[in-house]
Structure formats: C-alpha cells, structure tokens
C-alpha cells in the first residue's frame, strides 16, 4: 500500500459516470454487461461532495457521462458546482433529450464543452445498432449544440458495419458544422466483447478507412479536425491505457464505486472502494484497487525488462485479463506478449466469410443485463 503521497500522480480528470440509464441499447457500449445488477445511484448531496474532494485532489477536467447524463435531473446543478470549483466541465452524451430549453440551461450552469455520438450516416445502420429510431433526433442536437455557440464534436464508433461508410460518415459532420470528428474504432469492452465476433472489422477495411480520413484531411485541412483511433487489435505494440493505473484517471460510477478505468469492473478480486464509504483522497492514494497495477513493481516478463515499459504501462489490464484470464499479464496485443497469438485468432475468427456458429448481436439493455 502507498505511503508516500507526495510522489503519488495526481488525478487529472474526473470521469463522473451519473447514470447507467439510457434510451439507447448500443452493441458496442463499454458500461458493465452487469451494469442492471450495481446498487442505487448517488445523489446530489453525494456527487457534490465528491466532486469537491476531486477539485481538492488536483483534478481540473470533469466528463460527464453515462449511460445517458441527461436523463439526470440535477445535471445542471452539478454542472454548475463544478465550474464553480474551477473544472473544465465536458458532457458526454448521445443527445437525446437534449431540446432548446435544456441546452440554455446547461450553458447557464457554465457547460464548456459538449460530445455528441452519431452511430452512422445512414438512418438504418444508426437506429438499427442503437435499437431505436434516433437518426433524425441526434443530426438536429447537433445543430442545436452548434448554434448554441459551443464547438461541435461528434463522436463515431467504428466497426465493421460502419466502416464502409466512412466518407460519409465524414461528409455528414461536414454538413453538420462539426469542429472535431472522432472516429474511434470499437474497443472491446463490456458489450463490444460480447459482440467482438460480429464487430471486428478485417485489416482491408481499416487500411481503406485510413486512407480515406488521410484524403479529406488533405483537402478540408482545419475545417473539421479527424481523429481516427485505429483498433488496438492491429497493433504489434499496447495501448498506453488510462496513461498508466492510478496515474491520472479517476472514474466514479453511478452507485459511487471508484475505477481506476472504464472497464475495472470486469476483473474480478479486484475490491472497489465506493465514494460512500472512503475518503476520495485515501481510494486514490491508499486503497488496493488503484494501487494494484500502479507503477511497474506488478510486472512480470516481458513487460518487466521491457526498455518501453514506461510508455506504455505494459498495455491495459482489462484486456490482459479478457484475453488470459490474468489482469497481471501483459496486454496480448503487444507482440511481446506469450499470448500475442490470440489477438490474431480473435481477427482470423470474427472475420471468417462463413461461421455456422455465428450468434446473434446482444443489444445492451436491462433485460440483457439482468439474464447474461
Ligand atoms: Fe481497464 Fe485498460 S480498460 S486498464
């Protein structure tokens, strides 16, 4: 267990997950296949306090998130207190049940930076991977964020239903006013690894979406900024994940357990400390769970001789832990890594012309949750 505070990292940004709730039922969305399962969410009183002991701590970035943050009536009170303290406030939201009079509200409470997800550029493709009929919806929240003076950012996760449409993907955020473009390829996680067979696209689809981002970077120049997060699968070397556990993300989520990254709750033994029971300050310094895999005493080989074990952490521990059963192995996406051979099994599977073992799509809702 840490002592020595002082030379501890502080938490940079607080990831304030208020709610599992949401109208949508993504394929590929990251909270707990559980999440039914975790206990009552916090209330005010309790999200104010801990975004105080947060403030405290040397956080300057907020995000709100979810599930749906909107769906949370005291969004904008919260908001508020934490611009107050002097937070980068971000809302991350798929936009629906953002109308006129809400976005107003949220400027009022000092919003500074709105994220909104677009699934795809078609109608069909987005309602059918989000299980709703939301296409036209979130194309005039996006209009609305824009002409609310607030710098428009859309967010687009890839696979292999998408993929194919990435130049009009990218063509729809030009027509939308979008300021920044994120198109992040799935990572599997939560239910994106229930689903990892039927999302995984093939090395083909990836080096043409590339290339096609590379084009309209070319000719639109600062217009729309692209970020394309290429998938971690079809890489030789990890991800920095989290930019090291316990290192700058602090993550609560809505029943007020503490993460030390989106997906902890997916490994098991490891005990998360809850916000209702502990000091923020002594879950970020002191407890277990965000001393387990912090700094490098708890690597074995190879990432303990490793000369890049400072960059990039020995990968994510989460997918270490999906892929061998042990949070304490390197990330098998490293090339490194004894179990590197299963990243590209997981490739070959998922993409083979014809499965006769393929299942259907598991879409995220309550009713899935409770039964998986
Ligand atoms: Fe948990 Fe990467 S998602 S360490």
């Not at 590929?28 to 975790?38: G, L, M, S």
């Not at 996006?142 to 990435?166: D, S």
């Not at 390829?185 to 067979?197: H, K, P, S």
Request: net charge neutral.
């Amino acid at each position: 267990m840490a002592t020595a505070t002082a030379v501890l990292p502080k938490p940079l940004w607080l990831l304030a997950e208020l709610t599992y709730r949401c109208p949508l039922h993504c394929a590929f969305c990251y909270n707990p296949v559980d999440f039914a399962r975790h206990g009552e969410e916090l209330d005010t009183g309790t999200w104010r306090a801990t975004i105080t002991a947060a403030r405290e701590l040397g956080a300057a970035q907020i995000g709100f998130s979810g599930g749906e943050p909107l769906l949370r009536g005291d969004l904008e009170a919260l908001i508020a207190h934490a611009r107050q303290l002097g937070f980068y406030t971000n809302l991350i939201t798929s936009g629906i049940g953002l109308n006129v009079e809400r976005i107003e509200r949220l400027k009022t409470a000092g919003l500074d930076h709105i994220q909104v997800s677009m699934q795809d550029s078609t109608r069909e493709l987005n309602d059918f991977l989000t299980s709703t009929r939301t296409f036209e919806l979130k194309r005039n929240v996006a209009r609305l964020v824009k002409a609310h003076g607030y710098p428009m950012v859309l967010n687009c996760v890839l696979h292999r239903f998408n993929l194919p449409h990435i130049a009009q993907i990218i063509d729809m955020a030009l027509e939308l006013g979008a300021d920044y473009l994120e198109l992040a390829n799935t990572q599997y996680y939560g239910w994106a690894m229930l689903n990892r067979d039927q999302l995984m696209p093939t090395a083909e689809q990836l080096r043409e979406a590339e290339e096609t981002v590379n084009r309209y970077r070319a000719r639109i120049g600062e217009r729309c900024r692209i970020l394309f997060v290429v998938p971690d699968y079809f890489e030789q070397r990890p991800k920095a994940c989290m930019s090291g556990w316990g290192s700058v993300f602090l993550g609560v989520a809505p029943d007020g357990a503490a993460l030390p990254c989106h997906a902890a709750r997916a490994l098991p033994g490891l005990v998360l400390p809850n916000v209702r029971d502990m000091p923020l300050r002594q879950i970020w310094y002191e407890s277990k769970a965000f001393n387990a895999f912090r700094g490098d005493g708890w690597m074995r080989e190879p990432c303990r001789s490793c000369d890049e074990r400072h960059t990039d952490h020995g990968g994510c521990r989460c997918q270490a832990y999906l892929l061998t059963g042990n949070a304490a192995e390197a990330d098998p996406v490293c090339s490194k890594s004894p179990h590197h051979g299963r990243i590209a099994q997981a490739v070959e599977f998922a993409i083979r012309p014809t499965r006769d073992d393929e299942r259907p799509i598991v879409f995220r809702s309550r009713q899935n949750s409770l039964a998986l």
